[in-house]
């Protein structure tokens, strides 16, 4: 009889299931008090479900592929990293739209950003000691996935004024051991977009540190909300200011399908060892079981790239929360991009602050679990109609603060 503990699961995978996140447990318990006080009621800030559908082109292409593609092709498995021609059509709009020179042999299709990351810190992290430099406030699944890649996650906080990166802090945080540097702009959650001259800068560190070590360091750009930008034409992309680039794209925000699960990696064509990173991404892939991604979607993908659900929706919703979140007194970062508000909480816990929200039925995420303190996130991917209709609720909980 061997004594070796015999185990029914994964540790790491059962805390991960048995735990949940933050923003979904908030979501949960609003849908249960929707039914309890009605929808109307419950004043939903919680989730990045986008609320603009998409526009006409998804569902006309679709219908047009059903009615004039042989369904064993339609639905059919295509290549493991995606089929060529959609792939090729990709590069070409990016190296139109960007002014860059990228490869559709370099793009592996997958299932949105989630997969694009997870199979991209699978492909590149090689040892346990590999550190991979996130920016708080950032999205909780990358400490997620960085981990269960065994990857090390390094955060470094953001500026407090404006959330941008603290260049010095950054400069400080690499090291020999630095894998990966992952950004994320237009962010979840603050809604901050860097400039082409926060790029710039970002750049100049990381190929004078790739110097001082003498090995690549990544840039990972994770950008599903790439096109959702109210202030600028577009936001500069990566592989044109940094070699060692590789972008994790999704189709599920900016044109709002995010049940598809439709999305893409590129590794730069400029990447040291390109040929050989890609491999890597397309065995992560393999092992993972993220190979073929959804077919019909990515035969609609060429008819589609370059279009965007009708933005000006939220930024009216942008435009007018900020505003009267302002005028009752809120201290908020302004957002330039994706659908996201981060506002300072009245105390020093966010937690609390979200807490006492309830009781005001308004659901916002508390910035904890961003890894970043004293905030909360909101998503204004809603009606216009719940929002006006929320104001007063943010108005009695300030005024409950106010009068302390
Ligand atoms: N990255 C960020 C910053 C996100 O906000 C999200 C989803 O909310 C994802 C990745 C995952 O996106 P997808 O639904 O395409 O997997």
Same mark, same amino acid.
């Given at each position: 009889m061997n @004594?070796?503990?015999?185990?029914?699961? =994964?540790?790491?995978?059962?805390?991960?299931?048995?735990?949940?996140?933050?923003?979904?447990?908030?979501?949960?318990?609003?849908?249960?008090?929707?039914?309890?006080?009605?929808?109307? =009621? !419950?004043?939903?800030?919680?989730?990045? @479900?986008?609320?603009?559908?998409?526009?006409? *082109? !998804?569902?006309?292409?679709?219908?047009?592929? *059903?009615? @004039?593609?042989?369904?064993?092709?339609?639905?059919?498995?295509?290549?493991?990293?995606?089929?060529? =021609? !959609?792939?090729?059509?990709?590069?070409?709009?990016?190296?139109?739209?960007?002014?860059? %020179?990228?490869?559709?042999?370099?793009?592996?299709?997958?299932?949105?950003?989630?997969?694009?990351?997870?199979?991209?810190?699978?492909?590149? *992290?090689? %040892? &346990?000691? &590999?550190?991979?430099? !996130?920016?708080?406030?950032?999205?909780?699944?990358y400490r997620v996935f960085i981990e269960k890649a065994n990857g090390i996650v390094k955060v470094v906080k953001s500026r407090e004024e404006d959330l941008k990166i603290d260049f010095e802090k950054f400069e400080g945080t690499i090291n020999e051991n630095t894998k990966a540097v992952l950004i994320n702009s237009p962010n979840n959650p603050s809604g901050v977009v860097y400039t082409e001259e926060d790029i710039k800068n970002l750049s100049a560190i990381l190929y004078k540190k790739e110097k001082e070590y003498n090995h690549p360091i990544f840039l990972i750009s994770d950008e599903p909300y790439r096109e959702l930008v109210y202030n600028m034409d577009k936001v500069p992309f990566v592989t044109n200011y940094y070699d060692d680039a590789i972008v994790c794209y999704s189709f599920s925000k900016s044109i709002s399908l995010p049940g598809e699960r439709i999305g893409y990696i590129l590794v730069s064509n400029k990447c040291n060892d390109a040929i050989n990173v890609y491999k890597a991404i397309c065995g992560s892939g393999r092992s993972l079981g993220f190979v073929c991604a959804p077919a019909l979607f990515q035969y609609m993908i060429p008819s589609i790239l370059g279009y965007t659900s009708n933005i000006d929706e939220y930024k009216k919703n942008k435009d007018y929360l900020y505003n009267e979140l302002k005028k009752i007194g809120y201290d908020a970062i302004y957002p330039d991009g994706a659908f996201y508000m981060f506002v300072k909480a009245l105390e020093d816990s966010a937690s609390n602050f979200s807490e006492r929200a309830k009781k005001h039925e308004l659901l916002i995420v508390p910035s904890d679990s961003f890894g970043f303190t004293g905030y909360v996130r909101l998503s204004y991917c809603v009606s216009f109609d719940m929002i006006k209709r929320s104001i007063p609720a943010f108005k009695a909980l300030f005024d409950e603060y106010k009068n302390k």
């Open positions: @004594n070796i503990e015999h185990k029914n699961y =994964n540790d790491k995978s059962y805390a991960l299931g048995a735990t949940g996140s933050a923003i979904r447990e908030l979501f949960e318990f609003g849908k249960k008090r929707k039914q309890e006080i009605g929808a109307d =009621n !419950v004043f939903d800030y919680s989730l990045g @479900n986008p609320s603009i559908p998409c526009p006409d *082109i !998804v569902n006309e292409t679709l219908i047009n592929l *059903i009615k @004039n593609t042989d369904a064993t092709l339609l639905h059919g498995y295509t290549s493991g990293p995606g089929d060529m =021609n !959609v792939r090729n059509s990709i590069a070409s709009y990016l190296n139109k739209t960007y002014g860059c %020179s990228e490869k559709g042999s370099l793009i592996y299709m997958t299932c949105g950003a989630a997969a694009s990351l997870t199979v991209t810190f699978n492909a590149l *992290i090689a %040892s &346990d000691s &590999d550190e991979v430099i !996130v920016f708080a406030p950032f999205f909780p699944e």
